[in-house]
Every structure is written in structure tokens, then in C-alpha cells.
T-cell receptor, first 110, second 114 residues
Framework: AQRVTQPEKLLSVFKGAPVELKCNYSYSGSPELFWYVQYSRQRLQLLLRHISRESIKGFTADLNKGETSFHLKKPFAQEEDSAMYYCALSVDNYGQNFVFGPGTRLSVLP | KAGVTQTPRYLIKTRGQQVTLSCSPISGHRSVSWYQQTPGQGLQFLFE???????NKGNFPGRFSGRQFSNSRSEMNVSTLELGDSALYLC?????????????FGEGSRLTVL
């Protein structure tokens, strides 16, 4: 079965420090992976997707099929990055077409 | 372009009642999916509708049902409410010709069951 894990429920870093939010997935097919973010009092929104290979708000994520990982990284965290981050796997079948991880709450301290 | 709109935003029901939630997708989006979000279980997929047909379904009991209208607006219904149904119900839309692609979420309907 498809599954997404995010081992850290809460991650606290100081402003200016590097941050890495971990995501691992299990899926036998060709995965399409996303990072969604939910800032306080805002709706869940897409941060980035692996097929676009772009950097959004300084965040990048690389799909590592060998390690089945899609970790989210930013070299210098900002206070406005504090939010809930969800890794999501999209599968092209007729079951759960989006599987979300449990989420990691990132807290960037001043 | 208007975003995904969900109504009502908040509601309180008692056990045994039923509830209907509504979702208006982004104009032009034909796929609407529903998710249940709780602190313990996170985001769980309920079902997806495309062109008025249920295309995907998650592992929820038959008390949870939905439908989609010709204008792509969708409703979900929960019958015989239980305390455990208290959650934030999120609707998401996308263009939807395939089963992949970015989801655009609404702000959710927060259901409290007493």
C-alpha cells in the first residue's frame, strides 16, 4: 500500500539555520511527490512539486528513488517559514489518489 | 480567480444527526476531492468526483457519501453522526483530466459532533 512518513512531528530551528524536513514514501509505481504547507489561519497550499524541480521561497526538494525520500530543505530558515508542512504522494490509480504524510510543524525561533 | 469555497465554515451537530457540506471548486476545475483532517489521523482521503462520477474512494464507512453536480459543485453527506466524525473537512479541486496534479484547497468546514 502507498504510505508517506514524516518522522518529525515538530522541528524547531533558529532563524538563519538550515532546515531539513524529512519525507519517505512507499509506492511501487512511479511517484509524483509534493510538499504542501499550511501557515497559521491560512488554507493548505502547494509549496512545490518534484517534477517542476524549482525553488519556492528558498525551499528545494529532491526525489531520491533509491532511498524513497523527498526531503524538503532550506539553507537559511526565516521566521515566516513557521508552519505545518505535509509531504504528499500522488498515485495514478483508482484508489487513494493523494496520500498525505502526518505533517511536521516547523517552528523558526528568533 | 475565486478560490475553492466551502460552506458552512463551522457547524455543531449531535450524535445521530446527519450533515451536508458544500464545496464550490475553482472555475474550470472538474475534479473535487474531500479530505477529513483530525489531530490524530491527519489528512485522510474520503473520495473524489470528476464530471459527476465518483472516481476514487477512500476507506471510510458508507455513512460518508458525496455527489457532484453538472456545474462541478460538490456536496458530501455524513449520516448518523458519531463523536469521532468531529473534524475539519477539506475540499480540494483541480483541473482533473488525470489522477495527478496540484490540489487547490478550501478553508474547510469544521464539524463538531456533541
Amino acid at each position: 500500500a502507498q504510505r508517506v512518513t514524516q518522522p518529525e512531528k515538530l522541528l524547531s530551528v533558529f532563524k538563519g539555520a538550515p532546515v531539513e524536513l524529512k519525507c519517505n514514501y512507499s509506492y511501487s509505481g512511479s511517484p509524483e511527490l509534493f510538499w504542501y504547507v499550511q501557515y497559521s489561519r491560512q488554507r493548505l497550499q502547494l509549496l512545490l512539486r518534484h517534477i517542476s524541480r524549482e525553488s519556492i521561497k528558498g525551499f528545494t526538494a529532491d526525489l531520491n528513488k533509491g532511498e524513497t525520500s523527498f526531503h524538503l530543505k532550506k539553507p537559511f530558515a526565516q521566521e515566516e517559514d513557521s508552519a505545518m508542512y505535509y509531504c504528499a504522494l500522488s498515485v495514478d490509480n483508482y484508489g487513494q489518489n493523494f496520500v498525505f504524510g502526518p505533517g511536521t510543524r516547523l517552528s523558526v525561533l528568533p | 480567480k475565486a478560490g475553492v469555497t466551502q460552506t458552512p465554515r463551522y457547524l455543531i451537530k449531535t450524535r445521530g444527526q446527519q450533515v451536508t457540506l458544500s464545496c464550490s471548486p475553482i472555475s474550470g476545475h472538474r475534479s473535487v476531492s474531500w479530505y477529513q483532517q483530525t489531530p490524530g489521523q491527519g489528512l485522510q482521503f474520503l473520495f473524489e468526483y470528476f464530471s459527476e462520477t465518483q472516481r476514487n474512494k477512500g476507506n471510510f464507512p458508507g455513512r460518508f457519501s458525496g455527489r457532484q453536480f453538472s456545474n462541478s459543485r460538490s456536496e458530501m453527506n455524513v449520516s448518523t453522526l458519531e463523536l469521532g466524525d468531529s473534524a475539519l473537512y477539506l475540499c480540494a479541486s483541480r483541473y482533473g483530466t488525470t489522477n495527478t496534479g496540484e490540489l487547490f484547497f478550501g478553508e474547510g468546514s469544521r464539524l463538531t459532533v456533541l
